[in-house]
């Protein structure tokens, strides 16, 4: 049997030597000696750019690289730890919904990182808002760190929270020490992926020198325009077409040859399906619009798909009273993400939540060129907003030391068997339910 990779002219010159199986084994070409001055054997490298070779070659664009899982190509999210849940990004062609946490304070947080990392990155950058102007929007943006900066927040942070190993030892629950950990993400580089200062602004010579698109609705729609019934809402028609004249006049489609260095466009559009955008969905169950945000996701996704470009969708789904909307609009968002804030809540007061703002939802990552979508093996998922940065950890939660529950719980139980009466058909008189 001939080795797997052998070439025949390695056989006609080597005769079976060892070292030509192993070379062949390796996938090293043969080459005759005396034609060129390298080695006789060369290991096949990456196809050359100027090269006239017909097979598939992945796009090489400054802030993208290609996925380790499926070869799709990845643009950052503006949060590093983001990115390692979505399995190393976020893939071109694809839409991110984040489900806005119940004021709205922590989701435009990652709607302005998103936006951020594509200016850092030199990507070209879509913002449509029905509340706020994107002009304002860009001017709110966080400032970039750099890699050195980034690593002294870094390195503090961790030295802040930095606790003996037998004190991580006791403060971690049992369930919890034989699940896999999650790593922090320390600096990255500069090329894929950066860390924000959120206490600082983005300076005005990286907005000046970017290329972006700004899509305010009060401006683009006027109050005198009439819309039939069945179709979409005026604001979305409005959005549509003005993201498909983008996509389509600067070439991101591929339909412009003459461009020579390729780019992405980054689309952010903030509080979709709000009442703003002329969407009746957060206030009737039933509404007359209750297709329109669906049809809208639909022919989104179609442009996207045949484009060099990705979107993230800010949207209060909490607001939405009709679970079967939420349903759909999951079904249509590739990459579904929600925020739940402890504001308001009674966890805002629970000192065992003390060290976190709030939980974070992986509800769903795309299917590429799978046929099934790979899933976390991170459940519990907390983030806090430290001093400057945003982070997402692992939810781990103090263990119960003390025997006040074991010993309410008794005495509750207790209680309960007194109320039953003598047989077991009767019904218990307490609260309680029967416990047999």
């Keep these: 049997r001939v080795p797997i990779g052998l070439t025949l002219q390695a056989l006609k010159w ?74 190393g990004g976020l ?73 003996p190993e037998s004190n991580i030892k006791m403060k971690i629950a049992w369930r919890y020490q034989l699940l896999p950990k999650m790593e922090q993400i320390g600096p990255i580089s500069s090329r894929f992926g950066h860390y924000y200062d959120a206490s600082k602004r983005i300076p005005q010579e990286l907005i000046e020198a970017s290329n972006w698109h700004g899509f305010f609705l009060p401006e683009k729609i006027s109050s005198t325009l009439k819309v039939e019934p069945c179709s979409l809402t005026p604001g979305y028609i409005k959005l549509l077409q003005f993201i498909q004249n983008i996509i389509y006049e600067e070439g991101f489609d591929g339909s412009n040859p003459q461009k020579k260095q390729r780019n992405v466009l980054r689309i952010g559009i903030q509080n979709l399906g709000s009442p703003l955008w002329g969407d009746d969905i957060c206030c009737a169950e039933n509404g007359s619009n209750s297709h329109s945000l669906t049809k809208f996701l639909y022919v989104l996704r179609g442009l996207l798909r045949t484009s060099l470009s990705a979107c993230i969708i800010t949207m209060p789904t909490h607001l939405i009273q009709n679970k079967a909307i939420i349903a759909r609009v999951t079904n249509l968002s590739d990459t579904v993400i929600g925020l739940e804030s402890f504001i308001g809540s009674e966890r805002e007061t629970n000192p065992l939540y003390k060290d976190y703002h709030g939980l974070i939802h992986i509800r769903q990552i795309p299917r590429l060129n799978n046929l099934i979508c790979d899933e976390s093996d991170v459940k519990d998922l907390a983030f806090k907003l430290k001093r400057k940065l945003f982070t997402i950890e692992r939810l781990h939660l103090p263990p119960d030391l003390s025997d006040t529950v074991s010993r309410s719980s008794k005495q509750d139980l207790a209680e309960s068997t007194k109320r039953l009466g003598p047989g077991c058909g009767m019904m218990a008189g307490g609260k309680k339910h029967l416990d047999f």
Excluded at 140 to 163: I, Q
């Design 14 to 87: 080597r005769q079976w030597q060892p070292a030509a199986v192993v070379r062949g084994l390796l996938g090293l070409q043969w080459r005759q000696p005396g034609k060129s001055n390298v080695t006789s054997f060369q290991r096949r490298g990456p196809r050359a750019s100027g090269t006239n070779d017909s097979g598939p070659r992945l796009v090489s664009i400054a802030g993208t690289r290609p996925s380790v899982r499926n070869g799709q190509l990845l643009v950052s999210t503006g949060l590093p730890a983001l990115d390692q849940l979505l399995g």
């Design 91 to 163: 893939a071109i062609g694809t839409v991110l919904l984040i489900e806005e946490d119940k004021y709205n304070i922590y989701s435009p947080l990652l709607f302005k990182c998103f936006l951020a990392e594509g200016i850092v990155s030199g990507h070209t950058l879509l913002v449509a808002s029905a509340k706020e102007d994107p002009a304002n929007i860009l001017q709110e943006l966080p400032a970039p760190l750099l890699d050195d900066n980034s690593k002294k927040e870094f390195d503090e942070d961790v030295y802040n929270h930095k606790t």
